[in-house]
């Protein structure tokens, strides 16, 4: 049910992920660019700067996970903290499929002292999760304690601790002076079972060396410029490059659902004091409009249901 409708929003993005492996198949690397998706929900959500940079960072982390899944393998995001963001939702999948919303958009914080959004002041203290649908019945689900709430490093924890895989994440997001994104993306190089101790530190410094991702992208470079310019010297072999899009699963029948499910005596209070429902999707803000006669039919088959 879930997929079957899935509705993408036309956004003109050059969006997409790549996958390589290099040093002869000992290091995974993957890159994304999100520009245009992540300004695409800055805007509908109309969010405030560090908003959007921690939703930009988190958009390209997921972007890259769901790249690493097979096909309709979804992946679910959420970073939970006690900062004034609350939690940041992000959904991936294996197809390129995207979307992702923070609870609270409109947070304002002052520059942290090298001048830049203070992404882990707005995250605060709390837990990454990431939840993996496989399709086969109960999802798996690891998470680790925040590190800094600054994304990246949290990311990289949430590998080497769940997934006993080092990694090393980098993630940017430059904000335009209208509200809107002018560059998101990040790079993850991992570290597969093979790799030396020599070969570690060679990545690491590697990874140390490479200039903002964010501006990497405002100046125009693509996802294997990123992995060419971070890992180029341990000849990275391209597997994949999978276009992304800004999807959403809502739809006017899942709406009718949540509407039955408040129950014959919430719906009734509803079509007593307001007459109509508007609902708004928390990923998209697609709104649903119900008057007062589709109330009253979904009232109806509640109805029918029980007798
Ligand atoms: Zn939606």
Same mark, same amino acid.
């Given at each position: 049910?879930a /997929?079957? /409708?899935?509705?993408? +929003?036309?956004? /003109?993005t050059?969006?997409?992920?790549?996958?390589?492996?290099? $040093?002869n198949?000992?290091?995974?690397? =993957?890159?994304?660019?999100?520009?245009g998706i992540a300004?695409? +929900?800055a805007?509908r959500?109309?969010?405030?700067p560090v908003?959007?940079?921690?939703?930009?960072?988190? !958009?390209?982390?997921t &972007?890259m %996970?769901?790249?690493m899944?097979?096909?309709k393998?979804?992946?679910?995001?959420?970073i %939970?903290?006690d900062?004034p963001?609350e939690?940041i939702?992000?959904?991936?999948d294996?197809?390129g /499929?995207?979307r992702?919303?923070?609870?609270?958009?409109?947070?304002d914080?002052p520059?942290?002292e090298?001048?830049?959004?203070?992404?882990g002041?707005a995250?605060?203290?709390?837990h990454?999760?990431? %939840?993996?649908?496989?399709g086969l019945?109960e999802?798996?689900?690891?998470g680790v304690p925040?590190v800094?709430?600054e +994304?990246a490093?949290?990311f &990289?924890?949430y @590998?080497s601790q769940?997934?006993?895989t080092?990694?090393a994440?980098?993630?940017?997001?430059l904000?335009?002076?209208?509200?809107?994104?002018r560059?998101?993306g990040?790079?993850?190089i991992?570290?597969?079972?093979?790799?030396?101790?020599?070969? *570690?530190?060679?990545?690491e410094?590697?990874v140390?060396d490479l200039?903002?991702v964010?501006?990497?992208i405002d100046?125009?470079?693509?996802?294997e410029? %990123?992995?060419?310019?971070?890992i180029g010297? =341990?000849?990275?072999k391209?597997?994949?490059?999978?276009?992304l899009?800004f999807?959403?699963?809502?739809?006017r029948?899942?709406?009718e659902s *949540?509407?039955i499910?408040?129950?014959?005596e919430?719906l009734?209070?509803?079509i007593?004091e307001?007459?109509? $429902?508007? !609902?708004?999707?928390r @990923?998209c803000?697609a709104?649903?409009? @119900?008057d007062?006669?589709?109330?009253?039919? =979904?009232?109806a088959?509640?109805?029918k249901?029980?007798t």
């Amino acid at each position: 049910m879930a /997929n079957c /409708n899935q509705q993408s +929003i036309e956004v /003109n993005t050059k969006d997409y992920v790549v996958q390589a492996t290099a $040093a002869n198949g000992r290091v995974r690397a =993957l890159a994304a660019v999100v520009t245009g998706i992540a300004d695409e +929900i800055a805007r509908r959500h109309e969010m405030w700067p560090v908003a959007a940079a921690a939703l930009g960072r988190t !958009l390209a982390a997921t &972007a890259m %996970i769901g790249a690493m899944q097979k096909g309709k393998e979804k992946v679910t995001v959420q970073i %939970i903290g006690d900062g004034p963001l609350e939690q940041i939702t992000a959904d991936g999948d294996g197809e390129g /499929n995207l979307r992702g919303y923070v609870q609270n958009p409109y947070v304002d914080l002052p520059l942290t002292e090298q001048g830049k959004l203070n992404v882990g002041a707005a995250v605060g203290k709390g837990h990454l999760w990431v %939840i993996r649908d496989l399709g086969l019945g109960e999802p798996y689900r690891g998470g680790v304690p925040l590190v800094s709430g600054e +994304i990246a490093e949290d990311f &990289a924890s949430y @590998f080497s601790q769940s997934e006993q895989t080092p990694s090393a994440v980098a993630l940017g997001v430059l904000t335009g002076p209208d509200g809107g994104v002018r560059a998101a993306g990040g790079l993850i190089i991992q570290l597969l079972p093979e790799a030396s101790e020599g070969l *570690a530190v060679v990545v690491e410094q590697m990874v140390a060396d490479l200039p903002s991702v964010s501006g990497l992208i405002d100046t125009g470079s693509t996802p294997e410029d %990123i992995i060419q310019r971070t890992i180029g010297d =341990l000849q990275p072999k391209y597997l994949r490059m999978l276009p992304l899009r800004f999807t959403c699963t809502c739809s006017r029948e899942r709406c009718e659902s *949540a509407l039955i499910a408040l129950g014959a005596e919430e719906l009734d209070k509803l079509i007593e004091e307001q007459g109509k $429902a508007e !609902l708004t999707c928390r @990923f998209c803000r697609a709104q649903y409009l @119900f008057d007062k006669e589709e109330l009253k039919n =979904l009232q109806a088959r509640i109805e029918k249901t029980r007798t």
